[in-house]
């Protein structure tokens, strides 16, 4: 069977990329370091040092076949050159709600969301409501804190 396409701008796949090449050139040989140091100071049986290495040495390896994955099954969605006319993969969202706030979102695929910054899943609720949309359009979605309206005040490529 196979795995599901993980959709990506570009700048999400360098980052992915760069945080493999960090995970395998810089923390693997760190923690494969402490990890000796912890066997040559005693027995591994209760060396709480050991353990924590090996458990840090887990959760690297972990994280680095899930990185390798992503960047296999990575599926770029280019970006559109021209002025876009609806909300899609990849554009930037101005919207408000109905108090008046004024945020901006990107939209990204699951893998590179990160609301902090701004970029929300095209998968989310937010995310998918906003797809296909045109500037002065309004959606009304369903969150954890009841229903909201937003509009559409901006749109722009990446």
Known sequence: M????VLLTAEGLEKLKFELDRLRE???????ERLQRAKEL???VDNAEYEEA??????VEGRIMTLERMIKNAEVIPADKSRPAYVRFGSKVTITNQ???ERKYTIVGRAESN?????ISNESPVGKALLGKHVGEEVE??????????????????
């Open 2 to 5: 196979p795995e599901e396409k």
């Open 26 to 32: 810089v923390r693997r040989p760190e923690v494969l």
């Open 42 to 44: 005693s027995d591994t």
């Open 54 to 59: 090996k458990n840090e040495q887990g959760f």
């Open 99 to 101: 108090d008046g706030e």
């Open 115 to 119: 609301p902090n910054e701004g970029k």
């Open 141 to 158: 979605i369903e969150v954890p804190k009841g229903l909201v309206k937003l509009k559409v005040l901006a749109i722009s490529k990446k």
